[in-house]
């Protein structure tokens, strides 16, 4: 039986998870966290088989919270699971070495199937993800302007482009006001941009938000 460690920062959602994984006698959730913080202590400390992690996690954020994953425990596999279409962070998180990534909306049974293929060694997209991926594989179209963000200027470009402030911008990513400022100049310099009104029209024509 593979010992889960389930990631969100929703009650809810970690019950939701655990009674779908209880009705298959492959796994048990041996552990919850609720922070970016907790899901590395429990790293830490114990040892698992995956990790369901949600990409917005307070904190550090999910995204941060895999990179050090991937530096304490190479081989342990993470199983993104976001509220963000697959398009708008699949490639990014399966670049940083997450082993799959399922959105909130998916059926539990194909948590069940995700889950099971990332515990094997496998990795796991879904059909449409897949032929998404090989889709812009095999295109010669120029690399996008936002694909040449960082992930937290990626992620900061986003939640702009939601109509977020930098302050509550910097609340949600526990960062300072001056370092989200600093974001949003950068972001500014690498899309050749001079307003964050650019940067929110950008992010919708592009489908990044939504």
Same mark, same amino acid.
Request: glycine fraction near 6%; charge should be neutral; proline fraction near 4%.
């Given at each position: 039986?593979?010992?889960?460690?389930?990631?969100?920062?929703?009650?809810?959602?970690?019950?939701?998870?655990?009674?779908?994984?209880?009705?298959?006698?492959?796994?048990?959730?041996?552990?919850?966290?609720?922070? %970016? &913080?907790?899901?590395? !202590?429990? +790293?830490?400390? $114990?040892?698992?088989?995956?990790?369901?992690?949600? @990409? =917005?996690?307070?904190?550090?954020?999910?995204?941060?919270?895999?990179?050090?994953?991937?530096?304490?425990?190479?081989?342990?596999?993470?199983?993104?699971?976001?509220?963000?279409?697959?398009?708008?962070?699949?490639?990014?998180?399966?670049?940083?070495?997450?082993?799959?990534?399922?959105?909130?909306?998916?059926?539990?049974?194909?948590?069940?199937?995700?889950?099971?293929?990332?515990?094997?060694?496998?990795?796991?997209?879904?059909?449409?993800? %897949? &032929?998404?991926?090989? !889709?812009? +594989?095999?295109? $010669?179209?120029?690399?996008?302007?936002?694909?040449? @963000? =960082?992930?937290?200027?990626?992620?900061?470009?986003?939640?702009?482009?939601?109509?977020?402030?930098?302050?509550?911008?910097?609340?949600?990513?526990?960062?300072?006001?001056?370092?989200?400022?600093?974001?949003?100049?950068?972001?500014?310099?690498?899309?050749?941009?001079?307003?964050?009104?650019?940067?929110?029209?950008?992010?919708?024509?592009?489908?990044?938000?939504?």
């Amino acid at each position: 039986m593979h010992k889960i460690l389930v990631a969100d920062d929703h009650a809810v959602v970690r019950k939701g998870l655990i009674e779908i994984l209880k009705k298959s006698s492959d796994f048990v959730v041996k552990g919850e966290a609720d922070s %970016a &913080e907790q899901v590395l !202590e429990k +790293i830490y400390h $114990d040892t698992w088989d995956a990790v369901i992690l949600d @990409l =917005s996690m307070p904190g550090k954020g999910g995204m941060e919270v895999l990179k050090q994953l991937r530096l304490l425990r190479p081989q342990l596999p993470v199983l993104i699971l976001s509220v963000h279409p697959e398009d708008q962070y699949a490639q990014r998180v399966l670049k940083a070495g997450a082993a799959g990534y399922l959105t909130k909306d998916s059926a539990p049974e194909e948590l069940l199937v995700a889950l099971r293929k990332v515990c094997a060694g496998g990795k796991y997209v879904s059909p449409t993800l %897949a &032929e998404w991926l090989v !889709e812009s +594989i095999g295109t $010669d179209r120029d690399q996008p302007p936002h694909e040449i @963000l =960082s992930d937290r200027e990626y992620e900061v470009m986003r939640l702009m482009a939601e109509g977020l402030t930098l302050s509550e911008i910097a609340n949600r990513l526990s960062l300072s006001i001056k370092t989200i400022s600093t974001y949003r100049t950068r972001i500014l310099e690498k899309l050749n941009m001079k307003t964050s009104a650019e940067i929110m029209r950008y992010a919708i024509e592009k489908g990044l938000v939504g």
